[in-house]
């Protein structure tokens, strides 16, 4: 018999049964419980859930209006109305179908309560209503009452109440000398209350010195470049933001406090020329936007994805935007290794532009060189280290049209590095740009040396 037999069939003194029996008790006993807790069964149908209570509606903006002021009272009633309450949301079902079961051989559990539906949001208050003033003396302003007040946002609704759980009947029973319990299903949640809804924002004040009521503007337009075939007219009306709106009006007055005074009509006719190379019809499906400023000049914006560079010719009521340069962003991301020179001591590597754009646009290398001396290719290898890292300075890059050659040996290299059949893998970073548009592209070359 081993050793180990010996002991666990050896004789034990009454304080090491105590010291075993003990713990396992213990341990039955939380068995017990939780196989019980695992057991335990549902009865009864759990409360469905309350519905949500409907959003508010937002309230209407008060109308905006345009008074030619002659000296004689007027009242402007330009409230904005205010947004309704939101539904309560419907409480949570009580669970159905409670009858607790009798006898059985496990525990129970009460099925749950519903919870109560959310509570509506508020509908936001409407904006009070806009005025535009036509005068000829500023005093006669005083004669003009305007109540451009906002509307209030609705109360969110309450939230249902939760619904309750199955009780137990009999919390406790005995089958075949083991006890059994019974737990109440927990009662349903209480919905959430909704939002109360945000007021409206005050009416604003526009002031006109005139009685000429002013023309329709369009300061923006877009349209595709084949379409832009003709000038194009762009009109802005210019207005000057003050403070003390209320100041100008009848007392009483509820506007925003800052106003705009008219100072200006910008108007300008656009033009479009072409002075790019490549055809207009390559770039016919492509939008401009073109914009005029208070500062009477022409802004014109393209797709984040073209790059353009232009000029603007200034004329009597007449701006010419020339595009001098424009390419789609792809096309500057289009060098690939053409070839490479593996002499360790005349190290090149060549690459081509396929999208011939290199004529137009700058180009910047930065490198990282790695070598090994070991042959068993380009696989996770511990001696595989960085000889170089950092950028090519312009004298080792060469240009001849769209081929670019880079000259690496005359890199910082320590010779050791690159014996006889080294393995080497050179990283490229290629940053391209155009004015300021700018492009990143990364180029990959592996290979064995000479």
């Not at 090491?16 to 029996?21: A, D, E, G, S, V």
């Not at 009452?145 to 009780?167: I, K």
């Not at 059994?180 to 004040?205: A, P």
């Not at 073109?290 to 007449?318: H, K, M, R, Y």
């Amino acid at each position: 018999m081993s050793r180990l037999n010996q002991r666990l069939t050896g004789r034990r003194t009454l304080e090491q049964l105590r010291q075993w029996r003990y713990p396992l008790s213990f341990l039955l006993l939380g068995t017990v419980l939780v196989t019980g807790a695992i057991a335990a069964r549902t009865f009864g149908t759990s409360g469905r859930r309350g519905f949500s209570g409907r959003p508010g509606r937002t309230g209407e903006s008060g109308p905006n209006q345009a008074v030619m002021v002659d000296g004689q009272p007027k009242s402007l009633q330009l409230m904005g109305y205010s947004g309704t309450d939101g539904g309560d949301g419907g409480h949570g079902e009580d669970a159905r179908h409670c009858s607790q079961p009798s006898g059985v051989s496990h525990d129970l559990r009460g099925a749950s309560g519903g919870d109560g539906g959310n509570g509506g949001d508020g509908g936001d208050g409407g904006d009070g209503g806009d005025v535009k003033l036509y005068y000829q003396e500023l005093e006669q302003l005083r004669e003009i009452f305007v109540d451009a007040r906002p509307g209030e946002g609705g109360y969110g609704g309450y939230g249902g109440y939760g619904g309750r759980g199955c009780s137990c009947r009999r919390r406790s029973w005995t089958v075949n000398d083991r006890r059994y319990r019974c737990t109440d299903g927990s009662s349903g949640r209480r919905g959430r209350n909704g939002r109360t809804g945000e007021d409206g924002t005050l009416g604003r004040l526009r002031i006109v010195e005139g009685t000429t009521p002013l023309e329709p503007e369009q300061p923006t337009a877009q349209l595709r470049l084949s379409e832009f075939d003709r000038p194009l007219a762009l009109s802005k009306n210019v207005w000057l933001r003050r403070g003390g709106a209320r100041s100008l009006l009848a007392s009483g007055s509820v506007v925003a406090d800052e106003y705009e005074e008219f100072v200006d009509r910008l108007e300008r006719s656009v033009a479009l020329a072409w002075g790019s190379d490549r055809p207009q019809s390559d770039f016919a499906d492509l939008d401009v936007r073109l914009t005029l400023t208070e500062n009477d000049t022409i802004e014109a914006s393209f797709p984040d994805d073209l790059w353009v560079q232009g000029s603007i010719l200034e004329e009597e009521g007449l701006t010419t935007y020339q595009i001098d340069t424009i390419l789609r962003e792809a096309e500057a991301t289009e060098l690939a290794i053409a070839d490479a020179n593996r002499n360790p001591r005349e190290f090149k590597i060549a690459l081509v532009d396929t999208a011939q754009q290199s004529e137009i646009l700058e180009s910047e290398f930065a490198v990282k060189i790695r070598s090994t001396g070991s042959r068993v290719g380009f696989r996770h290898i511990r001696d595989y280290q960085t000889r170089y890292e950092g950028e090519i300075p312009a004298h080792l890059v060469s240009r001849e049209h769209n081929r670019f050659v880079l000259d690496l040996s005359g890199l910082p290299l320590e010779t050791r590095d690159f014996p006889s059949r080294a393995q080497v893998e050179v990283e490229l970073l290629i940053t391209r740009r155009l004015g300021d548009h700018e492009a990143e592209q990364t180029v990959l070359w592996q290979g064995q040396l000479d």
